[in-house]
């Protein structure tokens, strides 16, 4: 099945510095969701963008979804160190009632 | 509380001894998944139920079963448990009868000797 993929794999930054995690995925799609998990926890909804947006922002989070590269960025802006976590991006295909798809993550290390 | 629990929430047992991880949601969903999530191959679904008494496999079904007999409880079974699947799962609900914004059970860490 298809599968988005965040790169990079794993990101080291400053607390106060952005975050910028990327998605790509293989086939059409409805919709693309990022979604956290904090180390062995349930993972958490951050925000969904349509396949006919672009752009979204929620607080210092701006997601951007380009359909014609199959790609999506999740910024995180003036992290903080309770930032840590893992980020997944998932992809809910156009085809019919496919399940949502989820990547392998960004491990996201804010260091105070 | 709008939540999705899952019991338990940890469990080691042996290899052939039958098992059922529960889950259940107080938000009215229809849609039900079950995930497994392992060291680098992120999460990958079990099974998921699009309403009561439907049910379709996900990605990786095989050692699995499932049964959404009402609304809000999605029973993961495990007839006969193996040691690859010792894993960390996860159950998840949703609004739609499609993938829209899920809702994250805080998961079970399952280990099978």
């Known amino acids: 099945s298809q599968q988005g993929e965040e790169d990079p794999q794993a990101l080291s930054i400053q607390e106060g510095e952005n975050a910028t995690m990327n998605c790509s995925y293989k086939t059409s799609i409805n919709n693309l969701q990022w979604y956290r998990q904090n180390s062995g926890r349930g993972l958490v909804h951050l925000i969904l963008i349509r396949s006919n947006e672009r752009e979204k922002h929620s607080g210092r989070l701006r997601v951007t979804l380009d359909t014609s590269k199959k790609s999506s960025s999740l910024l995180i802006t003036a992290s903080r160190a309770a930032d840590t976590a893992s980020y997944f991006c998932a992809t809910d295909p156009l085809s019919g009632n496919t399940p949502l798809v989820f990547g392998k993550g960004t491990r996201l290390s804010v260091i105070a | 509380e709008a939540q999705v629990t899952q019991n338990p929430r940890y469990l080691i047992t042996v290899t052939g001894k039958k098992l059922t991880v529960t889950c259940s949601q107080n938000m009215n969903h229809e849609y039900m998944s079950w995930y497994r999530q392992d060291p680098g191959l992120g999460l990958r679904q079990i099974y998921y139920?699009?309403?009561?008494?439907?049910?379709d496999k996900g990605d990786v079904p095989e050692g699995y079963k499932v049964s959404r007999k009402e609304k809000r409880n999605f029973p993961l079974i495990l007839e006969s448990p193996s040691p690859n699947q010792t894993s960390l799962y996860f159950c998840?609900?949703?609004?739609?009868?499609?993938?829209?914004?899920?809702?994250f059970g805080p998961g079970t860490r399952l280990t099978v000797l």
């Open positions: 998840a609900s949703s609004v739609q009868g499609n993938p829209d914004t899920q809702y």
């Open positions: 139920s699009m309403n009561v008494e439907v049910t």
